[in-house]
């Protein structure tokens, strides 16, 4: 059987839900593919439901805070209430329905079942093919990466979506990974009253950033009482049905109930069949062009491109797909100023180069640092107001290259260094503006007096 379509889009998550929805909003015919959920990870394990998660236990934080600013206050937990909005939210225990007939109500015809590319234009599903008289997009997006660990597959461990899916607290939870999704949920757990400790390989949680930000979460964690292992690995788990022993690359080992898996995601284009298209089914993401092309009559966009695992990659790329196949002007792919937000307590906000980014890049690189505690806002603050407001300037150009703002709101503070960054705002001109006092962006200016 064949069919044939004007677009096909291979993977309904954020970004392909969007390229298709605007085209079939166009008046194009479009088929949209989907194996799994429609929207993808953001809307039913991802940002949203992680964030009431985390939302819940910033809630249970500030209780706490309260001796010594403002009297007393007695608090007691229950993982129940966020079980059951984390439900509510996802539609009914991962229903998509709201979302397949978002599609289908602009004219979309959604076929369920996993795609796989027959060759330029064709997509295969459960025996069918579709034809594509003008686009495929891939919009495939990521998988948990699963370590090769002795022992550990057929275990029950949790990726993220276990956890999310959780309707009670785990006693004792480890977390192999310090990136941003494991501390997140190794610091919603802790604070419900999880026993949590945490194996980063690297020597220190959140790598890829600033080593200043990870000093302020590193804290922070352990304020929580969460257990941190860095530059330790996990050699060996075992489960004997009811916990989980792990056995770290130093010998010692922890017997807990639930042990979560965090070491990142992977792209597979293995089951894609793209060699059918001229492209590498053991690449680590689909090359694209700055249109995000990716071939004759071919597209890809989110998480597959290996730009970034984040929703607001997704859309922005969705965008440009979209003017591209429908034959519109517009700005090509720029991810200089790309923005990314780990929502630990205190939240990590940066945009742009770190640091040693820019120093590898060959760029003559000036630092400014400023400490949330030492501003006015920081120090009214006062609980909770471990922070750093960090700047990296080509001193060359004047201009900023990347800005981190880790630090209570520092996902908030991060939009006056995102416009700096994209905008190219010149330097001068930043240390030149109003900052409103007292705000936590005002130690931005605190940042620039310190930059040379």
């Known amino acids: 059987m064949t069919e044939q379509a004007d677009v096909i889009v291979v993977g309904m998550g954020v970004g392909g839900e969007m390229v298709a929805g605007s085209l079939a909003d166009a008046g194009l015919d479009v088929i949209g593919?989907?194996?799994?959920?429609?929207?993808?990870?953001?809307?039913?394990?991802?940002?949203?439901?992680?964030?009431?998660?985390?939302?819940a236990a910033d809630l249970l934080a500030e209780a706490r805070r309260v001796d010594g600013m403002a009297g007393h206050a007695q608090v007691d937990s229950s993982w129940k209430p966020v079980a059951e909005r984390i439900r509510e939210e996802a539609t009914t225990n991962w229903d998509d329905q709201i979302a397949a007939d978002r599609?289908?109500?602009?004219?979309?015809r959604l076929v369920r079942g996993w795609g796989?590319?027959?060759?330029?234009?064709?997509?295969?599903v459960d025996g069918t093919t579709y034809r594509a008289r003008r686009a495929v997009v891939l919009g495939t997006g990521t998988t948990p990466a699963i370590p090769p660990i002795d022992g550990l597959a057929g275990t029950p461990y949790w990726t993220n979506r276990e956890a999310l899916e959780a309707?009670?607290?785990?006693?004792?939870?480890?977390?192999?990974?310090?990136g941003a999704i494991g501390l997140e949920l190794a610091q919603a757990f802790a604070r419900f009253g999880s026993d949590v400790v945490v194996v980063e390989a690297a020597d220190r949680v959140l790598p890829p950033e600033e080593p200043e930000a990870s000093a302020v979460v590193h804290a922070a964690l352990e304020a929580d009482g969460i257990a941190l292992h860095t530059s330790?690995?996990?050699?060996?788990?075992?489960?004997?049905?009811?916990?989980?022993?792990?056995?770290?690359?130093?010998?010692?080992?922890?017997?807990v109930q639930r042990l979560l898996v965090s070491v990142g995601r992977r792209v597979d284009l293995g089951s894609l069949g793209v060699e059918t298209v001229g492209l590498d089914p053991s690449a680590r993401a689909v090359t694209v062009d700055e249109h995000l092309r990716a071939g004759e009559q071919l597209w890809a966009v989110g998480d597959v491109t290996g730009h970034g695992?984040?929703?607001?990659?997704?859309?922005?790329?969705?965008?440009?797909?979209?003017?591209?196949?429908?034959?519109?002007?517009?700005?090509?792919?720029?991810?200089r100023a790309l923005s990314r937000?780990?929502?630990?307590?205190?939240?990590?906000?940066?945009?742009?180069?770190?640091?040693?980014?820019?120093?590898?890049?060959?760029?003559?690189?000036?630092?400014?640092?400023?400490?949330?505690?030492?501003?006015?806002?920081g120090w009214i603050h006062k609980a909770g107001n471990d922070g750093v407001i960090k700047l990296v300037a080509d001193a060359g150009r004047g201009v900023l290259v990347g800005g981190t703002s880790a630090g209570p709101n520092g996902g908030e503070v991060l939009g006056a260094l995102s416009v700096a960054v994209h905008g190219e705002v010149p330097i001068e001109r930043l240390r030149h503006m109003i900052y409103a006092y007292p705000t936590f962006h005002r130690g931005i200016e605190d940042a620039l007096r310190d930059l040379p």
Not at 36 to 52: D, F, H, Q, R, T
Not at 319 to 330: F, K, N, P, Q, S
Request: proline residues 6%.
């Open 33 to 55: 593919v989907e194996g799994n959920l429609v929207g993808g990870e953001c809307p039913y394990w991802g940002c949203i439901p992680s964030k009431m998660a985390i939302r």
């Open 103 to 108: 599609f289908t109500d602009k004219g979309g």
């Open 116 to 124: 796989r590319l027959a060759g330029p234009g064709q997509v295969t």
């Open 167 to 178: 309707t009670e607290r785990p006693e004792s939870l480890l977390v192999i990974g310090g």
């Open 232 to 255: 330790s690995g996990v050699s060996a788990v075992h489960h004997d049905g009811t916990a989980f022993t792990v056995t770290m690359a130093d010998g010692s080992s922890r017997t």
């Open 309 to 335: 695992a984040f929703t607001h990659v997704a859309t922005y790329q969705a965008g440009i797909i979209v003017r591209d196949i429908l034959g519109e002007d517009g700005p090509p792919a720029d991810y």
């Open 341 to 377: 937000v780990t929502f630990t307590d205190p939240e990590v906000g940066a945009v742009g180069m770190t640091e040693a980014q820019a120093r590898e890049a060959g760029i003559d690189v000036r630092v400014g640092v400023a400490q949330v505690p030492s501003t006015a806002r």
